[in-house]
């Protein structure tokens, strides 16, 4: 049993944090990072935090930004639940081994399809990974759909509230991890889903250079920023399905109830839709963020590490009984929608590929290759022949529900270590403890030596290889372990 020990107090030059003292490990939860510039208005810009006097309880579970129940629910379960909401919930949680001195830093920053998560759940508990590895664990809050991304105006100023957040949050770390142990000079920015494409962001973006010097990114999905008019087209969606004028005089059950109404509206078979995200605006949101060979130019990290699940997609139709009972010929539709003229060439590489296939795993596989695989690909070849380094791999563990086989979001439970978080997680309620624990081990090893050193490493002791243009690899995470593949692309050209 894990064995807490007496509160523990770090001063900061903006007032005191109690936290708790866990085995070795400091934990300091609801940390505020910034505050609303305007508190009256929903969509004021971010400040650093006001100062406080006295010790700040930062003991308890913090709260997340308003939102309503996830889509992948039937996945990671409702654990996010136990979080109180608001929208001043501009927080962060620290995690630091007891006496660390100059320790590298893992920023942590949760996914949700930009509507969902929060860095204060459970689910990010960093308390293992930081004892085992000794590494300072950060994980934040952004604003999530309208709050973060609503635009007022064709114009993209405004529009990037929850980039700016995050910029803040870095800032933070910048000005105060030293206090917990952390070195602000070696800062990695990881992030899964959504998350992963702000680390992505981060990395290329002008406006956060210096803040991090690598980057992770788990299942960084291949979504362009929106265009200025296509944002003001969303927002004004959303008022018109709210019947309002003014987003501020919504009320939040209001404004949550016309985004996922808006969502819905936009949802299609055997797609995923993705309404509010970061908008192109210089100097902050490359518009060329997708210009692979142009971003990895541009990207200011020195090392990165990018992965995504075997099966992306079954999380998101696992639950879908019009996609799990397609038929051929419908799945076929699909493709020729998606893939035009080599729709047929696409439909039989992915059969080739998966020799017991079916209609649904044809779909899963096609549209997660779209949205992620294809991505990792093309990311990992602009950076090496940018020559810098980028470390990729493939998480391949088996749920054991039917139909979700590897799907988006699995491997959190795996990195953070803490499968007490994930009672209600269907996608690992029947994984053998024995192989939670060898694979976690060594996937939690591989990212914790990647933020130590700038490379993954093995049990063995033995580094990842980087991506290699010319003889190109990818590291398997499997249940029996991890090995090295060889990455062929799905078509021989």
């Known amino acids: ?16 944090l109690r ?36 010790e700040r309880d930062a003991t308890a579970l913090g709260a997340v930004f308003p939102q309503a129940p996830s889509r992948l629910a039937t996945v990671m379960g409702n654990g996010i639940d136990r979080n109180p909401q608001s929208e001043d919930a501009f927080l962060l949680n620290v995690w630091a081994p007891r006496d660390a001195q100059r320790r590298p830093v893992l920023v942590f920053i949760h996914g949700g399809g930009f509507l969902t998560g929060g860095g204060t759940a459970a689910w990010y508990d960093g308390e293992r990974l930081a004892r085992e590895s000794g590494m300072v664990v950060v994980t934040v809050n952004y604003r999530l759909g309208a709050l973060g991304h609503f635009t007022d105006a064709s114009d993209a100023r405004g529009a990037n509230r929850a980039v700016r957040d995050l910029i803040r949050a870095l800032e933070w770390v910048q000005e105060h991890i030293s206090r917990f142990g952390g070195d602000p000079a070696r800062v990695t920015v990881g992030g899964q889903s959504a998350g992963a494409y702000y680390a992505w962001l981060l990395g290329v973006s002008p406006a956060s250079k210096g803040l991090l010097q690598r980057n992770a990114m788990f299942s960084l999905p291949a979504l362009p920023p929106l265009s200025p008019d296509d944002a003001h087209r969303t927002s004004l969606a959303l008022l018109d399905a709210a019947g309002a004028q003014d987003i501020g005089a919504l009320s939040v059950n209001d404004m949550l109830a016309a985004q996922g109404q808006l969502m819905r509206s936009r949802a ?11 908008v192109a605006e210089e100097g902050l949101v490359p518009e060329w963020l997708f210009d692979l060979p142009r971003a990895a130019r541009q990207a200011h990290v020195s090392a990165s590490l990018l992965g995504f699940t075997a099966d992306e997609s079954s999380a998101f139709m696992a639950a879908a009984p019009e996609v799990v009972q397609a038929t051929e010929p419908r799945v076929k539709a699909w493709f020729e929608a998606e893939f035009g003229t080599d729709a047929m060439k696409y439909y039989a590489a992915f059969a080739a590929a998966r020799p017991a296939h079916t209609p649904y795993t044809q779909i899963v596989d096609a549209s997660g290759y779209k949205l992620f695989g294809a991505t990792a690909r093309e990311i990992a070849s602009a950076l090496a022949s940018a020559a810098k380094p980028v470390y990729p791999y493939r998480f391949s563990v088996q749920s054991r529900v039917p139909n979700l086989m590897s799907p988006h979001c699995l491997e959190l439970p795996f990195l953070f270590g803490n499968r007490g978080n994930w009672l209600d997680a269907p996608m690992i309620a029947d994984i053998p403890d024995e192989t939670y624990e060898n694979v976690g081990t060594a996937f939690r090893l591989a990212i914790s030596s990647f933020v130590t050193t700038g490379k993954p490493a093995t049990l063995s002791g033995a580094a990842w290889r980087p991506f ?9 995470i499997a249940d029996a372990g991890i090995s090295w593949k060889p990455w062929h692309p799905l078509l021989a050209t």
């Not at 085995?23 to 969509?43: C, I, M, N, Q, T």
């Not at 078979?269 to 309404?275: K, L, Q």
Request: negative net charge.
């Open 1 to 16: 049993m894990p064995v807490k020990e007496k509160s523990v107090v770090v001063s900061l030059s903006i007032g005191a």
């Open 19 to 54: 936290g708790e003292a866990t085995d070795g490990v400091l934990a300091f939860r609801g940390v505020p990072y910034g505050e609303r510039a305007h508190p009256g208005s929903r969509l004021s810009e971010v400040m650093p935090p006001s100062a406080w006097t006295g």
């Open 468 to 476: 290699d243009v010319a003889e190109p690899g990818i590291a398997d």
């Open 268 to 278: 299609s078979f055997g797609e995923v839709s993705v309404g509010f995200r970061p």
